[in-house]
């Protein structure tokens, strides 16, 4: 089979995280082509031929629109020379590009579309292009139950067009790659740990302050990520006086050590899509507390077994259910035992096989 695989770039993120693991199963007995509209950055391995066609976004209305004029005339452009048999889009501005793409190539039957996050908070005009153009397309995969109701409620798609296939992890590679110590890691005292880049979505600001009302020494939080607002969370880790122990760590080529060896993984957003960061503390036998948040953790936690579930935006509450996780070695173990078992259902091959076969 050949397969024509569309995501605007594979810089760090979760979706390009789940595309390169998925590429990496559908390369073992079928011809992969990934298109990126611009490539800054190539974070992660990619087991195929890889034709960025240079086209990275524009600023204001008429060069976003020149832009998805652009990438679609060189998609296009691809689609009659490569002659996929299945054509799947991640992220809605490859999404976009697709859906004109089919159309004028006329094979609208073989796209699958992906929608990686919630879009109750996608912009106006991507809403707007929701409601407009997927309608149209046949299959339409959601990383989450949640996502796929919340399509059908507010955006007109028919549910027999919708199906659910959760994201992967590839249990082998992160096995080995949470026993490779960095060679700059300098982790002094135990710590809790948050990952995901430094953006309004994840309120890391919020753990920060749960960070802070936690009544007990030589504990550290660390956070990996990087992005927009790490001036603004260094200014507020001033203000509480934390300076020596919450660390803003940027990206790193192996967060599965810091998970493996952390007391804790918190994660603290207002709102997610499928966190793929949750399976992984559970492979690299990490304990898990998360904000509630849609959608996602409650079809990945069961609440007070293989993780704990904290109302959305609560830090008070987060703060104490940190405090009772990081002092309870028996509440501990048991949700790192849960955890690791949970993950099964997410395996990559069973997963990356549902992508090619509907």
């Not at 890889?50 to 990438?71: F, M, Q, S």
């Not at 990686?116 to 149209?136: G, H």
């Not at 005292?189 to 030589?218: C, H, T, W």
């Amino acid at each position: 089979m050949k397969i024509l695989s569309i995501i605007p770039s594979v810089e760090f993120g979760g979706a390009e995280k789940v595309l390169s693991t998925l590429i990496k199963e559908w390369s073992i007995n079928n011809s992969v082509k990934l298109i990126t509209f611009h490539n800054n950055t190539i974070a992660y391995k990619i087991n195929c031929d890889i034709e960025n066609i240079n086209c990275p976004p524009l600023e204001g209305a008429i060069g976003k629109i020149r832009n998805i004029i652009k990438r679609t005339r060189l998609v296009c452009k691809i689609i009659y020379i490569y002659k996929p048999d299945i054509i799947i889009s991640f992220l809605e501005p490859a999404n976009i590009v697709s859906i004109l793409s089919v159309f004028i190539t006329k094979k609208m039957d073989l796209l699958t579309i992906s929608i990686r996050n919630n879009p109750d908070y996608y912009s106006k005009i991507n809403k707007l292009l929701i409601k407009c153009y997927y309608p149209r397309i046949n299959r339409i995969v959601a990383v989450s139950n949640g996502i796929k109701n919340k399509l059908i409620q507010s955006y007109n798609i028919k549910p027999e067009s919708i199906e659910v296939i959760y994201n992967p992890i590839d249990i082998n590679t992160v096995s080995k790659k949470r026993l490779l110590k960095p060679l700059d890691t300098n982790l002094n005292n135990p710590y809790i740990l948050g990952i995901g880049r430094l953006v309004e979505q994840k309120q890391f600001e919020k753990l920060i302050i749960a960070f802070s009302m936690i009544k007990k020494d030589n504990i550290d939080l660390i956070i990996i990520g990087e992005g927009p607002l790490r001036a603004s969370l260094y200014k507020l880790i001033e203000s509480l006086n934390l300076q020596n122990s919450v660390k803003l760590i940027g990206n790193v080529a192996n967060p599965y050590y810091y998970l493996s060896n952390a007391e804790l993984f918190v994660l603290s957003s207002k709102f997610e899509g499928w966190p793929n960061v949750i399976m992984e503390a559970f492979a690299c036998d990490c304990p898990v507390v998360s904000f509630d948040c849609p959608y996602g953790p409650d079809e990945i936690i069961e609440n007070g077994k293989n993780g704990i579930l904290v109302p959305t935006g609560d830090i008070n509450k987060l703060s104490n259910t940190i405090y009772s996780v990081i002092n309870n070695n028996n509440l501990r173990k048991t949700i790192k035992t849960e955890g690791k078992k949970s993950i099964k259902r997410f395996g990559i091959k069973s997963t990356a096989n549902k992508w090619l076969y509907n």
